[in-house]
């Protein structure tokens, strides 16, 4: 991608979106095409490091033993002990506001049967389970605070139901070039997991919370 046509495109959106009382969103939008994703490997669930931060830090949850209630205690935003699973699974309420409330949960290795229990059912089918893939199921003994500053910098791409993947990938007040370098670096990686790389995306557009899409140049 041509960084300075996405720079064109980023100054475009500010300048026609309506402005509002709050920072708004880049959000990125991949159609795509090609694929059958009944097929799990066609599927795209991508954990993709980024060069800078989104212009806004993300809340991170941790399910810890004994083990690791200090250190996550310490590093997370929210943690929750193991003998306090049995509270959240029956509090459907608190269950979704946990899951709209934070972009990434850890948990502790050893634990993780009881995770799925008490959390699969409403993390599950959010796509928000700690996940391996992204270095979120940890072993007892860890320090969480490179995993912590790394999932500042992580954006996750999902295509599991629908032939599109939308992303946050910024905000209006940061700077273009860390942006231009957040949506490059997610076409990039998703080109790359897509089999027939280009010719599995339909269109590419970006946009900010309250705007409507533009189109971007692959």
């Not at 009382?21 to 095409?33: E, G, N, P, T, W």
């Not at 089918?125 to 007892?140: D, I, L, S, Y």
Request: glycine fraction near 4%.
């Amino acid at each position: 991608m041509d960084v300075v046509k996405i720079k064109e495109a980023i100054r475009k959106l500010k300048e026609t979106s309506p402005k509002k009382k709050f920072i708004q969103s880049f959000d990125l939008v991949i159609a795509l095409k090609g694929l059958n994703l009944k097929k799990p490997e066609e599927q795209i669930d991508l954990f993709i490091p980024l060069h800078f931060g989104r212009g806004k830090p993300v809340k991170i949850c941790a399910f810890v033993g004994p083990e690791l209630k200090d250190e996550a205690g310490k590093v997370c935003d929210t943690t929750i002990f193991v003998d306090d699973f049995e509270q959240f699974r029956k509090d459907k309420k608190a269950l979704r506001k946990l899951a709209n409330n934070h972009a990434f949960f850890i948990a502790q290795a050893n634990i993780m049967p009881k995770v799925a229990a008490a959390f699969g059912k409403v993390l599950g089918t959010r796509g928000k389970m700690p996940n391996p893939k992204a270095g979120c199921v940890v072993p007892p003994k860890t320090n969480l605070q490179p995993l912590y500053d790394r999932l500042q910098k992580t954006a996750n791409v999902k295509a599991r139901i629908q032939l599109a993947a939308q992303v946050w990938i910024g905000r209006e007040d940061q700077s273009e070039d860390e942006v231009a370098d957040n949506i490059k670096t997610v076409v990039t990686a998703v080109l790359q997991k897509l089999p027939q790389e280009r010719d599995n995306i339909k269109d590419i557009a970006l946009k900010l919370t309250m705007s409507k899409p533009i189109k971007l140049e692959l």
